[in-house]
């Protein structure tokens, strides 16, 4: 029964891909994301290069997510001067070495699982390849998502996210990020920039 | 936390006259409340969702322990430890025991109203163990050594001032700038170090979900993102009743509490974790801790007219939208849950008989059942609550209500069920008030009702009151239909 639902779900998100990246562009700026738009991925590593240059990123941890493989964004990175690497404990990184690059680096650059359009949300699962803190450490964050990945509501989501559950395959972090981090706690003004990233940019690709 | 419920007058009467608080609480008001309204009427099917999260609510405490056992097997399987704690003293020395076996030295603390009530941060101080709170309001009342004044804004009774001189104290030198944007910076620059090093991360739980034992954490900060990755031990503490059934529930729950509390569409972020990490996961914690908190909720779920106010998803929205708090704030009501839920679970989590003057803490406009997510009957618990202290129905010793009070109401319950009784009582009132009216006016009645007349004068009973003017306008009618059909006919 779960089964045909989620099917369902994510027919519809292929189905109005279009429709749904355009009301996710409006909700996500609403909620404070910087959004870009492109069809072409080569654009989006363009856009991306635009950004570091404008922040004056000098190093970026990256995620191991697929569309990596489709946006040439490393690359683009690299051959400009910016020591762009993958947040891995692979090789000759150590977890304490990976947690210093977290906590030094300029910016993180991650793919997606999904997004909600009802909310302006990406929603992140921490795995092999996808550390927790290369989204939340550093100052800025820029998420990268493709044509198709958005979902319309929360209920959808989780409605996946229980067919993950029932299948064995739930993630033991899934974040629900909607914009830069905030605070209203002095003098109940909202200042934008504590603890988690102080700007955030959502670059959507297709 | 030692309550304080019975300094409530004294702390209202210091707070009225504190312009630098009434400016926080209206700014309660005019933020969370008014963003709470917009919500309401911009969700589509917002009073459903309201049912149904109190529909789901009341399924799951009416079979609490069914899902307690589920959500605990599922921690466990997950390769997480589960500590069912009665007490803030079970759970305190489970965590500082557990801290010292694994050498931990320093400790980051998200927003965990429960662990205010056990007032952990000073277990784990006196143990030698150094607790930083990381959410930026409970940060600055750390430092100022209190206690959180709001459930969503701990610290909105200090004035960026205020603030500025905790933080500057903190670094050693005063910032130039008070804006609110360059303290939270400097905040920020203050408290990161510690998000990198510290040894074990303590968070509290917004939800937590039985089909998967897992742990909702939703923050605006981050600072739960990062306690709950960053360290090698995370430990999240929550009271029973936040056990919700399946993950599809977190859709519905989360968007009701989070318009309910802060009038945002969703916070920056929403949190899912479930259990340690993997052992091929590049960061993340090595153990995870579940500690399940019971300090006198089973009073409340033993009790049919009170067991309703577990349903509560601590949004603060009655808070936001009750005339009282507003004027009062939050530490008067000595506790660490404030305004109209706190005035309902307080006096049974702490006292009926020393916190007795908050269920009169209320107007019984009815403003927090309106606000209320989950549609929790509060006004209709506040008067059980004055009910049980009038008559002493829980406990001979919580009746509060003197003979002098008691003797008067009978003669009022007399008086008004007895017509020929009540009109001659008006009679002989307005004989006796008489001489202290002025103009058909009283400025000052005698006591015990000279409280009544201390901010507006009270009537004098009328010469002939409205059912006598009825009467005469009835004979008068009377004579004019027969008039009327000697003339017709």
Redesign the interface.
């Known amino acids: 029964m779960i089964e045909i639902t989620a099917a369902k779900v994510l027919e519809e998100a292929q189905r109005k891909s279009k429709a749904l990246f355009d009301e996710l562009a409006s ?1 996500a700026s609403t ?1 404070g994301w910087n959004v870009h738009r492109t069809v072409f991925p080569d654009q989006a590593a363009g856009i991306l290069l635009d950004i570091c240059q404008s922040a004056n990123i000098s190093t970026a941890l990256y995620s191991n997510h697929p569309v990596f493989c489709r946006v040439p964004a490393i690359a683009t990175l690299v051959s400009n001067g910016i020591v762009a690497s993958l ?3 692979a090789g000759d990184r150590s ?1 304490a070495e ?3 690059a ?2 030094s680096s300029d910016l993180g650059i991650t793919g997606v699982e999904w997004a909600i359009a ?4 990406i929603v992140l699962h ?8 290369v989204s ?2 550093p100052e800025r964050h820029i998420a990268l998502v493709e044509l198709g990945q958005v979902l319309s ?3 959808d ?3 996946i ?2 067919l993950e ?1 029932m299948s064995g395959r ?20 909202i ?1 934008e ?5 102080l700007e955030v940019h959502m670059i959507l690709i297709g | 936390m030692k309550p304080r419920t019975a300094e409530f007058k004294k702390t209202a009467s210091r707070t009225l006259r504190d312009p630098q608080i009434q400016r926080g609480l209206e700014a309660v008001y005019s933020n969370f409340h008014v963003g709470r309204q917009r919500q309401a009427v911009a969700t589509p099917n917002w009073e459903d969702q309201q049912d149904r999260g109190r529909a789901i609510k009341a399924h799951t405490i009416a079979n609490l322990d069914h899902y307690l056992a589920m959500l605990a097997d599922n921690v466990e399987s997950n390769g997480g430890h589960v500590f069912f704690a009665t007490d803030a003293e079970e759970a305190n020395r489970y965590l500082v025991d557990m801290a010292l076996d694994r050498r931990v030295e320093s400790v980051i603390k998200s927003k965990s109203m429960v662990s205010e009530e056990m007032g952990l941060a000073r277990e784990f101080e006196s143990a030698g163990i150094k607790t930083l709170e990381t959410d930026l309001g409970e940060y600055i009342i750390q430092l100022a050594g209190e206690t959180p004044s709001h459930l969503i804004a701990p610290a909105i009774h200090k004035s960026s001032d205020q603030i500025a001189t905790l933080l500057g104290v903190e670094a050693g030198e005063m910032s130039k700038s008070k804006s609110p944007e360059d303290l939270t910076r400097l905040a920020r620059t203050q408290l990161r170090p510690h998000f990198e090093r510290a040894d074990m991360g303590i968070t509290g739980v917004n939800f937590a979900v039985a089909e998967t034992g897992s742990v909702v954490i939703v923050t605006n900060e981050g600072n739960g993102r990062l306690g709950t990755a960053s360290p090698r031990i995370h430990v999240a503490i929550m009271g029973m009743e936040k056990v919700i059934p399946s993950v599809q529930d977190l859709a519905l729950f989360l968007r009701i509490l989070i318009r309910s509390a802060t009038g945002q569409p969703i916070s920056s972020y929403v949190n899912m974790v479930t259990g340690p990490r993997r052992s091929d996961e590049d960061d993340g914690p090595e153990e995870f801790h579940l500690v399940i908190v019971d300090n006198g909720r089973t009073r409340l779920l033993a009790d049919p007219e009170l067991r309703e106010s577990l349903y509560c998803i601590r949004c603060g929205a009655c808070l936001n939208s009750c005339p009282v708090y507003r004027k009062v704030g939050g530490h008067s009501y000595g506790y660490v849950y404030p305004g109209p839920i706190g005035a309902v679970i307080t006096p049974i989590l702490t006292g009926l008989r020393e916190g007795k003057d908050l269920p009169f803490a209320s107007t019984l406009c009815g403003a927090c059942r309106e606000a209320c997510p989950v549609k929790i009957d509060i006004p209709r618990m506040l008067l059980n609550l004055r009910s049980r202290l009038a008559d002493g129905s829980t406990t001979g010793t919580d009746r509060i209500s003197g003979r002098l009070e008691r003797i008067l109401w009978t003669l009022w319950r007399l008086g008004m069920t007895n017509l020929r009784l009540y009109r001659m009582a008006s009679k002989i009132g307005r004989y006796l008030l008489l001489p202290v009216s002025r103009r058909g006016w009283i400025r000052r009645m005698v006591p015990p009702f000279s409280g009544w007349t201390l901010s507006r004068d009270f009537p004098l009973p009328a010469r002939r009151p409205f059912s006598q003017l009825r009467r005469d306008l009835d004979e008068l009618d009377h004579e004019d239909n027969s008039c009327h059909d000697r003339v017709t006919r």
């Open positions: 909700s909620m947040a891995e404990t977890r990976l947690k210093a977290e906590f009802e909310t302006g949300t921490a795995r092999n390849g996808v550390p927790r803190l939340v450490a509501s929360l209920e989501l989780f409605l996210e229980r559950h739930l993630s033991t972090s899934v974040n629900l990020v909607s914009g830069p981090s905030k605070t209203g706690d002095i003098g109940g003004k200042v920039g504590i603890h988690g990233p």
